[in-house]
């Protein structure tokens, strides 16, 4: 089991093309697709750090900030990320509150909680079970799009509740925190180089 | 058809040489279980069929309407973009354009990008732009995010069933349909296909 690093190698991340890594990476570019490439995403630790940082701090307004307001018949009904989850519960439509509640809340904070895990045991160069770590990753990055179900629930719900005075909807400030926890977490995600998991296994060998 | 490939995993980096696969069989990491490659059944015919079914139910999609309502005789009608146009009304540029990259600008050019890079392939004309266009796509993929928005059209249309009369229009069964189509498309491309056709280009 040799990883291509230590073979002297390096993978493009894009098309997967072999190269041999010469002494400097900078500006080294892929011959097949042309994208620039590196054996390991540079300064990902740091790069994941501050997305996170970021996200974590907006996701503070995101949750308690209104993200929507629906005005009907004269009377304004502010609601929060959480809210709105509980309004679909008290009609009956529990499914549907499972989901929005899995991909609005659960979704955006594990993925701040598991992205931080692993910034940490990557840091401390940890031993344990990469293999389980490295599946909490991928499944980090299959889910994360999923929270930007609110964002799109409200833009549906601006374009049709258009009454007049009878019911109009707008879009609520903590809306825009929201959609910047889902980008900023799926950056970090990008960001974060998973076959430093797999380094620290290797240089004890 | 080709020798044993040397490859790294790209989840760990795990170097090994990828078997020859049978058509339909998947080869993952022998080390954490990613998915390296896959050899699905005539790939390029079938993504190519899929791309143009895709990108016309794109186009229906657009132009029908999505969802309507009606509240005590008046009827509001929207498409799929009448979100994005709402929202750059009512002073919300940023969601405005994020909802109109993520659910109509980045989804259109993959399917675009894709139909030439596939019709290149098929009938081995203008390779020039396969690189640049085919990578285009690896990186904007994440970012288009049509199968969320039909949640999120479920969602919207629970939500205003206790007040109104919700309407689904003919854009919206379009819309299920190209959602099944792309996940299709990912099942039948086989990357690698098109990354071997631009190494081939370049060594002529």
């Known amino acids: 089991m040799i990883s291509a690093r230590n073979a002297g190698l390096l993978a493009c991340a894009h098309c997967h093309t072999l190269v041999r890594r010469p002494a400097t990476e900078d500006a080294l570019r892929c011959p097949t697709c042309g994208s620039r490439i590196h054996s390991r995403i540079p300064n990902s630790i740091q790069k994941t750090t501050a997305l996170l940082i970021a996200s974590l701090l907006l996701y503070i307004p995101a949750n308690t900030l209104p993200v929507m307001s629906m005005m009907y018949l004269g009377a304004p009904e502010a609601d929060t990320i959480m809210s709105g989850v509980l309004d679909l519960l008290e009609e009956g439509f529990w499914p549907l509150a499972l989901i929005v509640f899995v991909a609005s809340i659960v979704v955006p904070l594990t993925k701040l909680l598991t992205l931080s895990l692993l910034v940490v045991s990557v840091a401390l160069k940890s031993h344990w079970r990469p293999l389980d770590r490295t599946r909490i990753y991928r499944l980090t990055e299959l889910v994360g799009r999923w929270s930007m179900v609110d964002i799109y629930v409200i833009a549906i719900l601006v374009a049709l509740v258009q009454f007049g005075n009878l019911a109009t909807v707008h879009a609520g400030p903590g809306s825009v925190s929201f959609a910047a926890v889902v980008i900023l977490t799926m950056f970090a995600a990008n960001t974060f180089d998973p076959r430093l998991i797999w380094d620290a296994m290797e240089s004890e060998q | ?204």
Request: hydrophobic share 50%; glycine share 4%.
């Open chain 2, 1 to 204: 058809m080709h020798d044993q490939e040397l490859i790294a995993c790209h989840d760990c980096d795990l170097l090994q040489r990828l078997p020859d696969l049978r058509t339909g069989q998947k080869a993952r990491c022998l080390r954490c279980n990613a998915t390296l490659g896959l050899r699905p059944k005539d790939s390029l015919n079938r993504s190519l069929s899929l791309t143009i079914t895709a990108l016309v139910l794109f186009v229906l999609a657009n132009t029908f309407p999505f969802l309507s309502l009606t509240l005590q005789g008046q009827l509001v009608e929207s498409t799929l973009i009448s979100g994005a146009l709402s929202l750059l009304e009512a002073g919300n540029p940023w969601l405005s354009s994020l909802v109109l990259l993520t659910t109509l600008i980045f989804p259109l050019m993959n399917l675009c990008a894709l139909l030439y890079v596939l019709l290149s392939l098929r009938f081995n004309y203008g390779a020039e732009r396969v690189r640049s266009l085919y990578r285009l796509i690896t990186y904007a993929r994440p970012w288009a995010m049509l199968e969320v928005m039909l949640l999120a059209a479920l969602v919207a249309g629970v939500k205003l069933g206790d007040y109104a009369t919700v309407i689904t229009g003919f854009a919206l069964y379009c819309f299920i349909a190209l959602i099944l189509i792309l996940a299709a498309i990912d099942n039948t491309l086989d990357p690698r296909l098109i990354w071997r056709y631009v190494k081939q280009q370049e060594q002529l």
